[in-house]
Structure formats: C-alpha cells, structure tokens
T-cell receptor
Framework: LAKTTQPISMDSYEGQEVNITCSHN???????ITWYQQFPSQGPRFIIQ?????VTNEVASLFIPADRKSSTLSLPRVSLSDTAVYYC????????????WGAGTKLIIKP | DVKVTQSSRYLVKRTGEKVFLECVQD?????MFWYRQDPGLGLRLIYF???????EKGDIPEGYSVSREKKERFSLILESASTNQTSMYLC?????????????FGQGTRLTVV
C-alpha cells in the first residue's frame, strides 16, 4: 500500500491561494489520489480525486505531475472556514480497498 | 443525501464492560471501515469489511472485533473496554469500484472509558 507524506502544518491568510503538496513515491499504476478535509469533532469529508494531470471542482484543484509521485491540492482564495486538517490518500478502490491515512496537514487560516 | 450514521455521539463506559458501536449506511456500499482517531496520530484502521460476513484486520485490531451480518450495518465491539481505548471512533463506507472511490464518514463516536 502506498504511503503518503505531507507537511504537518501550514499557515496562510484569508484571500490567499493555498497549495498543499503530498508525496507518494510508491504509488501503483491503478491508484487514484484522493484528498479529504476534516474539521474538529467531525468525520473527514471528500474534497477531490484524480489520476493524472489536473482536476478541478467547485472547491479545489488537484495537480498531478506525469510521474505521479506527488500531488498538490490547491485551495483558491481561502477563508477562515477552510481551517481544517487535509489528508492525502492513494488507492485503487477495488476489492480489499483499504484507506490508509497519514497524519494530514493542519491548515490554519488567519484573518 | 447519502448518510453514514453512528449510533452514539458520546459514550462513557466502565473498564471491563463490553461495548458495541453501531454504524449504518444507506448507500448500498460494499466496503465499511472502523477507525479510531487520537490527537497527533491521524486515523488508524481497526477493521474493514468488503462484504457481508467478511472482515479484515487493519493496523490496530487488538482488543476489538467486528460484525457485519447485513450489508448496511457494521458493528465494532470492544470485548473488555480499557482506558487506552478512550478515543474518537469513526465509521466509513465506500463502493468497491476500480478507478478511485469516495469514502463517506459518520460523525464519530467519542468514547470515554473510565
């Protein structure tokens, strides 16, 4: 199972773009990259998922280079409510699909 | 709206008690998971199940067991609760689908063992 590495914490300010990078050197051919957001005392919530190049939805963008050994979650114009822990996971969703979670990145947005 | 429901939000139990944590999902998902989350440690997988009556150990199964008699329900059992099992417990479900999948989480059960 591919392991992921992310920064432990990051700070930014309201209105800024925030980029969080995740390293997954052992990603397998069939693995997808998925990011989740977690607020205190709540379960994680899906943000975005991709396989290669770039994926964008109403919340975030996900950039994946050609070698797929890393990925970058981009949050445009963050607000105070984006303060949360962000997790990067890799997996293929098939049978025996295990969600293996790293420590995540604690993002703090300041006014 | 998709939903994973955990039976209790907060629970206080005594050392040695048998504790049942229930989780129900309404999305007809094959996979179900139980995690515990402790400060600074992230989510750690206790058990998961990919079908009715099937179960697989995760990273920290010791002191726990699970039951999946119906597709929508996945129960976590603490056979004899101990204080080191005080934690936030999170249930999740997902489809078995190649090409990536999204997991849905319940709100969590904060268990305190005294």
């Amino acid at each position: 199972l591919a392991k992921t590495t992310q920064p432990i914490s990051m700070d930014s300010y309201e209105g800024q773009e925030v980029n969080i990078t995740c390293s997954h050197n052992n990603i397998a051919t069939n693995d997808y990259i998925t990011w989740y957001q977690q607020f205190p005392s709540q379960g994680p919530r899906f943000i975005i998922q991709g396989y290669k190049t770039k994926v964008t939805n109403e919340v975030a963008s996900l950039f994946i280079p050609a070698d797929r050994k890393s990925s970058t979650l981009s949050l445009p114009r963050v607000s105070l409510s984006d303060t949360a822990v962000y997790y990067c996971l890799v997996g293929d969703g098939g049978s025996n699909y295990q969600l293996i979670w790293g420590a995540g990145t604690k993002l703090i947005i300041k006014p | 709206d998709v939903k994973v429901t955990q039976s209790s939000r907060y629970l206080v139990k005594r050392t040695g008690e048998k504790v049942f944590l229930e989780c129900v999902q309404d999305m007809d998902h094959e996979n179900m998971f139980w995690y515990r989350q402790d400060p600074g440690l992230g989510l750690r997988l206790i058990y998961f199940s990919y079908d009715v009556k099937m179960k697989e150990k995760g990273d920290i199964p010791e002191g726990y067991s699970v039951s999946r008699e119906k597709k929508e329900r996945f129960s976590l059992i603490l056979e004899s609760a101990s204080t080191n099992q005080t934690s936030m417990y999170l249930c999740a479900s997902s489809l078995i689908r190649r090409g990536g999948t999204e997991a849905f989480f319940g709100q969590g059960t904060r268990l305190t063992v005294v």
